[in-house]
């Protein structure tokens, strides 16, 4: 065992943990394997994580992001699925024909890129999707609803560059 240089008691060893979390890529709170020993300390629970245990730790954590971004993207497809064909939506999404059936099944991983852009056009899907459908429609000019650049308070109250 090992002295903490928390609390200064020596309760140092590895041990596993249940509702541990971690930041990973893009999830601040990415669950942490119950049965993954990670030194800490018995009396203030301060977990010190060595170059050896991160080591060890990076596979696991690989192969949790994974299986999240799969999840993920099955619960994002079922809500989706509820308002357009899957086909649809490939082809909305510029996906090869079966990829998100595929993913579906589980039978491959998922970018977060992906997941992210499943995940915001589950907010409010049939306005999303709309808006989705209504921005590939229009010209390359034309998609902006906010002009680029906006007019002065001086040019606003003076009337000028209108």
Known sequence: MRKC????????KPRTGKGRTTRYRTMP?????????IPACASCGS?????KTCEELSPLLH???LACLRTRVRLA????????????????LGL????????????????????SHLALLC??????????????ALPDEG?????????????????EGT
């Open 143 to 159: 998609w902006l609803t906010v002009p680029i650049s906006r007019p002065s308070r001086r040019e606003i109250q003076t009337g």
């Open 29 to 37: 709170f990415l669950p942490i394997p119950d049965a993954v020993l």
């Open 123 to 136: 907010d409010d899907a049939p306005r999303s999707l709309e808006r989705l459908q209504r921005f590939w």
């Open 96 to 115: 090869s024909q079966g990829y998100l059936s595929r993913l579906r099944a589980g039978a491959g991983n998922p970018s977060p890129e992906l997941v």
């Open 47 to 51: 977990e010190y994580l060595d170059e």
């Open 63 to 65: 192969t949790v992001y």
């Open 5 to 12: 240089i928390r609390c200064g008691v020596k309760a140092v």
């Open 77 to 92: 497809l079922d809500i989706l699925s509820q308002h357009i064909p899957q086909r649809h939506l490939e082809q909305l």
